[in-house]
């Protein structure tokens, strides 16, 4: 079992920059792909990043390419997800996931979440 727990998010004005944290419990956080998604109000939950350790992938989704960096310290057993060049379409819950498929993209491909942390980012 993993638990995880995000932090860092906030209100932030357009063009501004956020980092969230993700800290995970247990001993095998190095054995698992670390993801992030996102949820706006009305929407479905979206994937937005993700990184594999033991496989070097990271991938993004294309909304936020250039602007977002995903992270991992291992040792911390915490997954970063640096936000820069924020945008008002970036508003949305952000949840930490867990899983075990290296590059996943997919809602299934996570087997443990967090309760989320807000973003809002205001015009």
């Known amino acids: 079992q993993v638990q995880l727990v995000e932090s860092g998010g906030g209100l932030v004005q357009a063009g501004g920059s956020l980092r969230l944290s993700c800290t995970a419990s247990?001993?095998?956080?190095?054995?698992?792909?670390m993801g992030w998604f996102r949820q706006a109000p009305g929407k479905e939950r979206e994937f937005v990043a993700t990184?594999?350790?033991?496989?070097?992938?990271?991938r993004y989704v294309d909304s936020v390419q250039g602007r977002f960096t995903i992270s991992r310290d291992n040792a911390k057993n915490t997954v970063f997800l640096k936000m820069n060049s924020l945008k008002p379409e970036d508003t949305a819950v952000y949840y930490c996931?867990?899983?075990?498929?290296?590059?996943?993209?997919?809602?299934?491909?996570?087997?443990?979440w967090g309760q989320g942390t807000q973003v809002t980012v205001s015009s």
């Open positions: 990184i594999s350790w033991r496989d070097g992938i990271i």
């Open positions: 247990g001993r095998t956080f190095s054995t698992y792909v």
């Open positions: 996931a867990a899983g075990t498929t290296a590059g996943g993209t997919r809602f299934t491909d996570y087997n443990f």
